[in-house]
């Protein structure tokens, strides 16, 4: 078994660092922080789809992994979970292309449905920024095999990324008809 070189302070350092680095970079954008380039590229156009068909798959893929280790499946679990994180990372630089080049589009305020899609938003947003750090700890945990610790974590992580992977398609679906462009 490979023992990971990097203590946990160091590790803590990391993701803090990291976290940081992906809200800083959202908060940016959503406060238009960066230049705008003067063309958008088309294909930018179907990443909130295909972000919309990672947190899908993301979904899926906790809730497998989730029955397997219940199963003692210890290397399937292991494997479906790299795999979601994988996705995820995908997912975080496709939303921050996304948010780069793209215009915000808004929930028309008219709609009866802008409340819920609101509160989905919103939750969804704080939620993505919470979980952040505690799937990269589980993560860490998990890999060196801290069974305790990742367990511990877990109990928290799990249910809210389930959380924001399926309000990341419940908000999609709900914002998708009012996209300027469509696919």
Known sequence: ???????????????TAVTAIVLLLVLFLNRRVFPRPDATPEIIYVLPLMNAFIN????????????FIRKKRIDLHKKINLTAFFL?????????TYHYFAEETHFPK?????????????????????????VLLS???GLKMDVKKH??????????????????VIAYLM?????PHHF
């Open 151 to 168: 367990k511990r974590i877990t109990r928290f992580s799990l249910p809210i990324w389930l959380y924001v992977t399926l309000t990341g």
């Open 1 to 15: 078994m490979t023992k990971l070189l990097l203590g946990e302070k160091t590790i803590f350092r990391i993701v």
């Open 88 to 96: 995820s990372a995908i997912f975080i630089v496709s939303y921050i």
């Open 110 to 134: 008219e709609n009866p449905l802008r409340g819920f899609y609101l509160f989905i938003l919103i939750t969804h947003i704080i939620l993505s920024a919470a979980v952040l750090p505690l």
């Open 56 to 67: 899908a798959t993301c979904f899926i893929l906790l809730l497998v992994s989730f029955y």
């Open 139 to 141: 993560f860490y945990y």
């Open 175 to 179: 914002i998708s008809p009012y996209y």
